[in-house]
């Protein structure tokens, strides 16, 4: 039996500190992203997003937990966190 929270893919990508991606990122799996993401990012697994991780574009995803920064729009179909570093200059969905 599968639990509701689990991703049915169990894929982990990493953008790590120091680290800068400019470009669309797509994946099945989940991403955590403690470097910066210049663009959207697309995947059916949960993102986190570290207290250095920002991101400057679109984020669509199944779950997310944000301590960095989103510069852009969020929308999560299931469970969006939100924690007290957290900064989301966009809509939220």
Do not use: W
Not at 1 to 11: F, G, Q
Not at 71 to 93: A, F, H, P, R, Y
């Amino acid at each position: 039996m599968a639990k509701l929270n689990e991703t049915e893919n169990s894929n982990i990508n990493l953008i790590s500190n120091g680290t800068e991606i400019t470009g669309d990122v797509k994946s099945d799996g989940d991403i955590r992203i403690d470097g910066m993401l210049i663009g959207n990012l697309t995947t059916k697994g949960k993102v986190v997003i570290g207290s250095t991780g920002k991101v400057k574009g679109e984020v669509v995803c199944k779950n997310s937990e944000v301590h960095g920064e989103v510069d852009g729009k969020i929308n999560v179909s299931q469970l969006l966190t939100l924690k007290n570093s957290s900064q989301i200059n966009g809509d939220i969905i």
